[in-house]
């Protein structure tokens, strides 16, 4: 009789603890899918646009730059560094918050700036205004020897590599820019980085060309201290290598530019001469899409604000 009760015990006690691990492996079956969910969440809210991504051997030291104010309601700054030919290069990013929240590659200009070496180098804030007014993703190089980058300016010369390897990083490494309607912007010496870099680069698909330089010898020609600074950072004279001067100048090859232009400039212009836009424009309207807007100021490099909704319309045509 003991024993029955015993036995009777003893299998109630094995039946609890059958019921128990059911029970824990039911509850852990069903947490899987929550550990899951989170790790997604988490993935979600990263994203292609979490910069922490795209940290690498070639890409690296990437900084948020915000200053603050109206464009920090528009976009996020980045500056970071890259490799091209060895050196360590400058760049700096731009990326609309109307963008970023879609989670999806979003449309790119590229910004060629002016100057030679530290002056007209790019600036925390440079990139912001070109980015609210365009409402793309916009990156930029500082070139070898201007700014923080490593090497020297040569005005065109191997420097333009800094630019291509920049395009290079936006097809294959950022995997947030859309190459499918990529543009570049070339204000003044950023002619020099443009043109020649599209004449080259079919992944160029349109330009935009503020006060740009696009013919070297006149250049020299017209200003006593530029011969001084394109014989500093080309190393010699148009007449000892033409050749090096006209590779780069668009107005010697512009048959060679078969894809549209957008065209500004001031007829008084003092740094860039009028007429090398006005040279140019003749010789593109010809074989491509090509507009030209003139001002009769004397303002370089920038645009009226009346015509920011056409660079939006140009952009979105």
Not at 133 to 157: L, M
Not at 266 to 292: G, H, I, R, W
Request: aromatic letters at 10%.
């Amino acid at each position: 009789m003991k024993a029955a009760r015993l036995l009777s015990v003893v299998t109630a006690i094995v039946l609890v603890v059958l019921a128990l691990t059911a029970c824990q492996h039911e509850k852990s079956s069903q947490a899987e899918p929550t550990v899951q969910t989170e790790t997604t969440t988490s993935t979600k809210e990263n994203g292609i646009f979490n910069m922490e991504n795209y940290e690498s051997s070639e890409v690296f030291n990437i900084l948020k730059v915000n200053q603050g104010g109206k464009y920090d309601e528009i976009c996020t700054t980045y500056k970071f560094n890259y490799l091209s030919d060895g050196l360590k290069i400058e760049g700096y990013l731009s990326v609309p918050l109307s963008v970023e929240k879609t989670q999806k590659p979003g449309k790119c200009v590229m910004f060629n700036h002016g100057g030679n070496r530290d002056f007209g180098k790019l600036e925390n804030s440079t990139l912001a205004p070109i980015c609210a007014v365009c409402d793309r993703i916009v990156i930029a190089s500082q070139y070898r020897g201007c700014g923080g980058s490593e090497g020297e300016d040569h005005f065109g010369g191997d420097d333009l590599n800094d630019v291509i390897k920049l395009i290079d990083l936006c097809e294959k490494h950022f995997s947030f820019i859309d190459m499918d309607d990529f543009c570049v912007i070339g204000a003044s010496r950023g002619g020099v980085m443009t043109y020649p870099a599209a004449r080259k680069d079919s992944r160029i698909k349109r330009i935009i060309a503020l006060s740009a330089v696009c013919d070297l010898f006149e250049s020299y020609e017209a200003r006593d201290d530029m011969k001084i600074v394109l014989k500093e950072t080309l190393g010699f004279t148009p007449e000892e290598k033409p050749e090096e001067y006209e590779k780069r100048s668009a107005v010697f090859w512009a048959d060679e530019i078969k894809i549209p232009v957008l065209m500004f400039h001031a007829k008084q212009d003092k740094q860039v001469p009028y007429s090398q836009a006005e040279n140019l424009y003749v010789k593109l309207k010809d074989n491509t899409d090509c507009t030209f807007i003139t001002y009769d100021d004397d303002i370089h490099g920038i645009v009226h604000e009346k015509d920011y909704q056409t660079i939006r319309d140009w952009l979105n045509q």
